[in-house]
């Protein structure tokens, strides 16, 4: 039997292009997404054509549907080979200019949404002591760029549940491992985002942050269009992933054109250091 592989978040972007390429490999693909019968209806049953492809609701920012899914998925096949955990929401904005509300809204669905497969998936997979867990985090999850504050943090602790997790379970037979896109034109930039929602506070700071903010996306947008990054590499390193052996497996991929390799070199020397450091505490 082959993998059974469930994505999050495969009504656009990174998870509708995960989906197409594992199933042209010949997986077992569960896509998983918000409205799948009502806004979304028409990419899920274009997903649900593919071969090996079912499309199933699962709305990570409720405890419900996530026990739900998850529960009817290991009924029907058994078991998770790989999970990943791509579905998020971005935001623009000053970091004071955000309500509680909004920052709540971005954290519900970026950290706590894995945090509710998590519980649900990993006593399935501590009984198989075997599994996968590839989270999407970002490279605003390593270094936090202005204007998207709240996102950044999300990402930051992402990064951190993957990582230090990732030593409390691989003694149990589970992996958990992290992809790192940079910047991409996906949906997530086009769609409505959780943006700041004060925006007499926005006021207040006054015209030059006001054009600092306008610059940012300026420059952002001038990046993605000279370098063209292609929004299937994600796919190509998640496909990866899934098909190196156990324990050969980076804890961070990091796919980011635009950087030109600056971050393999970022994320080497953190990691060397790291280990440094941590040897200061256990001599």
Known sequence: MSKVIVITGTSSGFGTLMVKKFSSEGFKVVATMRGSQTKNIAVAGELSALPGVEVMELDVAEDNSVKTAISSILKKYGKIDVMINNAAIQGMGLLEAYSLEQFQKIMNINVFGVLRVYRELL??????????????????????????????????????????????????????????????????????????DREEILAEYGEQTAQMMAGFGAQLGNALQKHQPDAAMIADAALALVNMDKKTRPLRTSVDPIAQGVDYEYNNSASELKAKWVSKYMS
Not at 149 to 164: M, R
Not at 170 to 196: D, L, R, S
């Open 123 to 196: 006593p399935a997979m501590r009984k198989e002591r075997d599994g996968l867990i590839i989270n999407v985090s970002s490279n605003a999850g390593r270094f936090s760029p202005p204007f998207q504050v709240p996102y950044n943090s999300s990402k930051f602790a992402l990064e951190g549940i993957t990582e230090g997790g990732y030593d409390e379970l691989i003694g149990q037979g589970i992996e958990t491992v992290i992809i790192e896109p940079g910047a991409f034109m996906t949906e997530m930039y086009t769609k409505q985002g959780t943006h700041a």
